[in-house]
């Protein structure tokens, strides 16, 4: 068994391969390393620009409110597979909020609850809603950002919830 480390939120998996997306944050194959290898952003303190700062901070108050969505949505699902889909969001979209609190080094806010549908195909579209402007704002932050830790954040995240919508358009 060996131990691979995600370089974006800087959690360990265990196994014998690298596994293809990090199973806390979401983050592509290229973004973990062998133990050894290993230099998650989150542990490099960095002074953070006004325009980064202001970014991280749009996306914390977003990944929590995305994590409170989709326990809700998890909450009513018609089935096991979707609730656990949307429970398994939930906890990614949590993990992006600690990992951009590990970033701005402050701790995690209480979490709100937020209001869904009874209904899965309006849950799902408001999932592609919601993710599909993240993977658009996210983009545009990589962009702004100056610092690299931070650019390779939002380039991680950018992807991964471009991956969510795929996954979601899957059920619609």
Partial sequence: MKTYICQICGDAYLGEDRPSECPFCGAQSHFIKGGAEARPI????????????????ETLYLEMKANAIYLCMA??????????????LAKVELEHANVVCKLMGISLPPADTELCSDDDIENFQKTIELEEHATNLYAQFAKDATEQNIKIFFTALTRVEGDHTKLIKNYL
């Avoid at 303190?45 to 006004?50: Q, T, V």
């Avoid at 909450?75 to 398994?88: L, V």
């Fill in 42 to 57: 989150v542990n490099d303190k960095i002074e953070l620009s006004e325009i980064s700062q202001k970014n991280l901070e």
């Fill in 75 to 88: 909450g009513k699902a018609d089935n096991y597979e979707r609730k656990a889909m949307y429970k398994r």
